[in-house]
């Protein structure tokens, strides 16, 4: 505890620093990963956990919270659990982990298991009601701090789980130097969403006043976000989607009675990038190419590509080559085209007869995408194939 303690006037007054964190997913798949990319993606994931203990030990942290989804699910393999469990011995002060809705605490949850139960360390507690917590110190010395969880008991309780659990604690008194931490999970009732599992803001604002509680660590949101400067979503330590718009940081939070400062660590290796693209011909191709090569950190990138525009059917061809080529490097590469369009152009330059001339001719009278990709990959196919009059001529030489 060196360094977390100050004085105040003249009383004695504890700032508590700890880490704040959440939204883990240990276990989570995505369906644009292939089997090269999903295992990077999934150890990433538990060096984010390490990389957290060693903020942890630097900044002198007195504990850390998970604040819910740990794991995707409560039936995830057991490699997982237990990667994330060795993953958790790293840290050098408590660790509070709360069940949520990926991970509730129902009949089923991992924090019931026997795998969970036997590898975790001592130094791992998982929030299972919402009575106070006292938090001890790695020696399991008592700290003026007391951490009230509100953990899920199922996917889907249909109320506000906070305000209930806020109604039912006193005031902490004046002068006294305990710090109150609650951890909980969920939409905040700011117009994100609107499930019925969303938190009362003015039942939280109510609370800070009356200091209830000093501090509300949430996870929900994989972007790190502030809701009022004792309210903080820490966001996913990994990047996971597309439209997350600060995701992969921790919180290290000092907090008292009377201040409270919070300082976002980036720790994410992940990113998610979504780039729009409009094209009209072979050097926009060529701009595009240019522009990927550009682009740091491929092996840990997905990438989303927003084509608009108009090619023909060889540029369409060489675009698609490109995509073809750029999947071998970074972690993704999806696209969206559904405003690019394809112009058929001349067929009688392509040199097609027969049965192939005529499949050509359908797909350029069908102007859906469908049709089009299908020509292009025609285009692409017919191109690459010598012709039989070139391999005659060759063998003559």
């Known amino acids: 505890m060196k360094g977390l303690r100050r004085m105040m006037g003249e009383e004695k007054q504890l700032m508590v620093r700890f880490l704040h964190s959440a939204d883990w997913q240990l276990g989570m798949r995505r369906y644009f990963l292939d089997a090269h990319a999903q295992p990077r993606f999934d150890q990433a994931r538990v060096e984010a956990i390490v990389r957290m203990a060693e903020i942890a030990r630097d900044t002198q942290c007195a504990f850390a919270v998970v604040a819910g989804d740990v794991f995707e ?70 700290l003026p701090i007391e951490m009230v969880g509100v953990p899920w008991a199922s996917k889907r309780p249909g109320r506000d789980l906070v305000a209930p659990a806020l109604a039912k604690l006193e005031p902490t008194p004046d002068g006294s130097s305990v710090v109150r931490i609650m951890v909980a999970h ?22 800070l006043a009356e200091q209830r509680i000093h501090f509300l660590a949430l996870g ?52 998610f990038v979504e780039h729009p693209v409009t094209l009209q011909d072979q050097s926009d191709i060529e701009a595009l190419r240019a522009w990927l090569a550009d682009v740091p950190g491929k092996m840990t990138t997905s990438l989303k590509l927003r084509f608009a525009g108009a090619l023909s059917v060889e540029d369409k061809a060489n675009l698609d080559a490109l995509i073809e080529e750029q999947r071998s490097l970074f972690a993704a590469v999806e696209e969206r085209p559904a405003h690019l369009s394809v112009v058929a152009g001349d067929l009688e330059e392509w040199g097609l007869s027969g049965f192939l001339r005529t499949g050509a001719q359908e797909l350029a009278d069908d102007e859906s995408s469908t049709a089009r990709d299908a020509l292009a990959l025609l285009y692409r196919l017919q191109d690459s194939t010598p012709r039989r009059g070139t391999e005659l001529e060759g063998g003559a030489r």
Do not use: M
């Open 73 to 142: 699910s409560n039936q995830v393999e057991l490699r997982t659990i237990g990667h994330a469990l060795e993953a958790l011995r790293e840290f050098p002060c408590p660790v509070y982990l709360l069940p949520a809705n990926h991970d509730p605490f129902d009949a089923g949850s991992i924090y019931r298991s026997t795998v969970f139960l036997t590898a975790k360390p001592e130094t791992v507690h998982v929030l299972t009601d919402g009575e106070p917590v006292v938090v001890n110190d790695r020696s399991g010395a008592p």
């Open 186 to 207: 969920g939409d905040i009732g700011t117009g994100f969403s609107t499930g019925d599992e969303h938190i009362d803001l003015d039942a939280v604002h109510a609370a």
């Open 220 to 271: 929900d949101r994989h972007s790190t976000t502030e809701i009022a400067p004792r309210v903080w979503y820490s966001g996913a330590p990994e990047a996971t989607a597309y439209r997350e718009v600060d995701s992969g940081n921790a919180l290290v939070v000092e907090v008292d009675a009377k201040q409270c400062q919070v300082r976002s660590h980036a720790i994410g290796r992940w990113r």
